[in-house]
């Protein structure tokens, strides 16, 4: 299990380092999961679906932290108590942002699954004879 936390706090340190460096505007943690995602693909591409026991002990520390996730939003509720008054004067701009993007997002998603579809439907009528 130490082994996996390690695996992930080493690959959220080189993202973090890497984020910095170059000034990019993704977060550390962003870019190590990324990394984290690349490295687990490449070495199913060659050792196959055989899990290790590094892959076990990543397995345990993400149930882990998964187990304890409610605890890691004390700090946003903090925060958000924190700014009461400025969630008061302007929550009902905030409110008709969040329906909108929700809108928006949801529209954006079910045009991109239509379109996929299609493509999808076009390209098994070309393999057929």
Known sequence: MIQGFALLLGLQLAGEAISRFFGLPVP???LGMAFLVAGLAVKASFAGP?????EASLGR???????SLSI?????????????DLLAAQGAAIATTLVVTTVLTMIATVATFRAIKRLQGRAEEEETP
Do not use: E, K, R
Request: a negative charge; charged letters at 5%; hydrophobic letters at 50%.
């Open 72 to 84: 890691l939003f004390v700090p946003a509720g903090v925060g958000v108590v924190q700014y009461l």
């Open 50 to 54: 055989d899990p290790t026991a590094t």
């Open 28 to 30: 550390g943690p962003v």
């Open 61 to 67: 520390v993400a149930d882990g932290l998964i187990g």
